[in-house]
């Protein structure tokens, strides 16, 4: 897992460790608000989230704050030096 943050930037709360995972279809980021098709990136400035299989669905390390619901991901892979 990449970088572990102490409290939620929002409320301060304490955050718990874990996983985004989605089920069969990879999880999409995208600005607009409309979109017609599959789940997999097209448009510029789409971009599925990190693990991303299209059978196996996502996986992606993410911090939960229950006070507030904020969940944080991480949506780059860290680069091994």
């Known amino acids: 897992m990449g970088a572990v943050f ?3 930037p929002r409320c301060k709360g304490a955050l718990t ?12 980021w995208t600005p607009h608000t409309e979109r017609i098709g599959p789940y997999l990136p097209q448009e510029e400035g789409e971009f ?3 693990g991303a299989n299209l059978w196996r669905g996502a ?6 704050c229950e006070n507030c619901g904020l969940i944080m991901i991480e949506t780059k892979e860290e680069e091994s030096t």
């Open 48 to 50: 599925s989230l990190p």
């Open 59 to 64: 996986k992606c390390p993410a911090q939960y």
């Open 17 to 28: 460790p874990g996983f985004l995972r989605s089920g069969q279809r990879s999880i999409l």
């Open 6 to 8: 102490d409290c939620c």
